[in-house]
């Protein structure tokens, strides 16, 4: 099966610290990648989706000058958290989907504390 | 009402039941479905994608969708307790273009 790899997979850092985590596709091209957030005991929530060579489309409530996407290449999208602060702290997650369907193929997780 | 519905659990079950895992949905549009298990602090991993109607089988797992009730299934047979996870639901309407409406996921536990 497809394979989505994320790094780091988990990353503490101090309050005011900016924070990088990639998502790579390792078999197959995807022009579309997902950014998810998990609280605790709580479902996927969509942060933003991101397109090859195109600005993300962020969800509603999402601050698109504290989450950077950038999806530069068809294996690899990267979020970055600047300012982060403890209230960021949570599990974020990539998915890729495969070109011309729904199935999405999720990375492990980043687990992303902020002191 | 939201647009999709799913018992957060827990479900407990022994090892070797059957397990019936269910979510219901309000947006007629849905026409893709699939299902997803996520162990703890880890990726959500696909296990079902169906489309429309109808049933399809996987090993011990079969997914079932009810359009017309607007309610999809997942069965699992011979459950084990490595099947302890979270379920996720997923559908959405449009291949390719739609983004995926999750459910909140159900807990199940499967002892030994």
């Known amino acids: 099966g497809a394979v989505v790899s994320q790094h780091p997979s988990w990353v503490i850092c101090k309050s005011g610290t900016s924070v990088k985590i990639e998502c790579r596709s390792l078999d197959f091209q995807a022009t579309t990648m997902f950014w998810y957030r998990q609280f605790p005991k709580q479902s996927l929530m969509l942060m933003a989706t991101?397109?090859?060579?195109?600005?993300?489309?962020?969800e509603q409530g999402v601050e698109k000058d504290k989450f950077l996407i950038n999806h530069a290449s068809l294996t690899l999208s990267t979020l970055t958290v600047t300012s982060a602060h403890p209230e960021d702290s949570s599990f974020y997650i990539c998915s890729a989907r495969v070109a011309d369907t729904d199935t999405q193929y999720f990375g492990p997780g980043t687990r992303l504390t902020v002191l | 009402q939201k647009e999709v519905e799913q018992d957060p659990g827990p479900l407990s079950v022994p090892e070797g039941a059957i397990v019936s895992l269910n979510c219901t949905y309000s947006n007629s549009a849905f026409q893709y479905f699939m299902w997803y298990r996520q162990y703890s602090r880890k990726g959500p991993e696909l296990l079902m994608y169906t489309y429309s109607s109808g049933n399809k089988e996987d090993g011990r797992f079969t997914a079932q969708v009810d359009k017309s009730s607007k309610y999809i299934s997942l069965f699992i047979r011979d459950s084990q307790p490595s099947d302890s996870a979270t379920y996720l639901c997923a559908m959405s309407a449009i291949s390719g273009y739609s983004t995926l409406t999750f459910g909140k996921g159900t807990m199940l536990l499967v002892s030994p």
């Open positions: 991101s397109n090859e060579g195109s600005k993300a489309t962020y």
